[in-house]
């Protein structure tokens, strides 16, 4: 019986050690996966397309440049340059690929939603025109 109980003590040991160093792989890459969830299924794309078809794009693009200019200057990397595919760049320079990687992957988001993929998950309902008359014909 201590055996039985000394064996599911090390299998318990076991179980937190590996959870532990799962969770210490999967928690770098939550703020990517939360950004994906965002844009997939919490953004109505429909509605979005036709306002950045309207010229929303130009907002867009602007709030870009103001994230690669913050991100910037308030994180520089530790040696000044980064290295990227044996490559070393320059601070905004890996700022704006950085950025530029995340709303390709936004756009993506859209692309899938706007297939039909996530249709089941994806159900934004409509609202009721706001200049209509209260008679209810």
């Known amino acids: 019986m201590e055996q039985l109980f000394a064996s ?3 299998f318990l040991i076991s179980l937190w050690a590996l959870l532990t160093s799962l969770l210490a792989v999967l928690v770098p890459w939550l703020p ?3 950004w ?3 844009w997939l299924f ?3 794309w429909v509605k979005l397309r036709e306002i950045m078809l309207a010229g929303g794009w130009v907002g867009v693009v602007l ?3 103001v994230m690669i200019l913050i991100w910037g200057v308030v994180a520089p990397p530790p040696d000044g340059a980064h290295h990227m595919l044996g490559l070393s760049i ?3 320079v890996g700022k704006t690929v950085y950025v530029t990687a995340l709303f390709c992957i936004m756009f ?3 692309s899938v939603q706007l297939s039909g993929c996530c249709a089941q998950c994806c159900n934004f309902e409509e ?3 706001a200049g209509g008359d209260s008679h209810g014909h």
């Open 8 to 10: 599911l003590l090390l």
């Open 32 to 34: 990517l996966a939360a």
């Open 36 to 38: 994906i969830g965002f």
């Open 42 to 44: 919490a953004v109505n």
């Open 63 to 65: 709030i870009g440049l």
């Open 90 to 92: 320059s601070n905004f």
């Open 108 to 110: 993506l988001c859209g």
């Open 127 to 129: 609202e009721a025109p």
